[in-house]
């Protein structure tokens, strides 16, 4: 069975720090290009970050561009999203996607590819 699941969420402050991680079961991450999505109540679904196969070209929304990083640890099968300076507006539910583009742009922009179980982030004093 082919499951991909976003973990990490959690209640933390303004300026403060997650890690989201994104698992993959029934397939290996390593092969396709993985994105970051969120949606916040009443708001569309954005993409944040993808990273690409192969290469690991990334690619950031100027939303998160300076305050997330995208990375693979190929050897767990996981992407992790790691997020810095939190602000209020971050608040939503993240997901993790998978797609054979090795566009990262387009996959982020488009919003493209299989997604999963997201994770609640919320960011509040």
């Known amino acids: 069975q082919v499951q991909l699941v976003a973990s990490g969420g959690g209640l933390v402050q303004p300026g403060g720090s997650l890690r989201l991680s994104c698992a993959a079961s029934?397939?290996?991450?390593?092969?396709?290009?993985i994105g970051w999505f969120r949606q916040a109540p009443g708001k569309e679904r954005e993409g944040l970050s993808c990273?690409?196969?192969?290469?690991?070209?990334?690619y950031y929304a100027d939303s998160v561009k300076g305050r997330f990083t995208i990375s693979r640890d190929k050897a767990k099968n996981l992407v992790y999203l790691q997020m810095n300076s939190l602000k209020p507006e971050d608040t939503a539910v993240y997901y993790c996607?998978?797609?054979?583009?090795?566009?990262?742009?387009?996959?982020?922009?488009?919003?493209?590819?299989?997604g999963g179980q997201g994770t609640q982030v919320t960011v509040s004093s």
């Open positions: 996607a998978a797609d054979s583009t090795t566009n990262v742009q387009a996959m982020c922009v488009d919003l493209r590819g299989y």
């Open positions: 029934g397939f290996d991450l390593h092969y396709y290009t």
């Open positions: 990273i690409s196969s192969g290469s690991g070209s990334t």
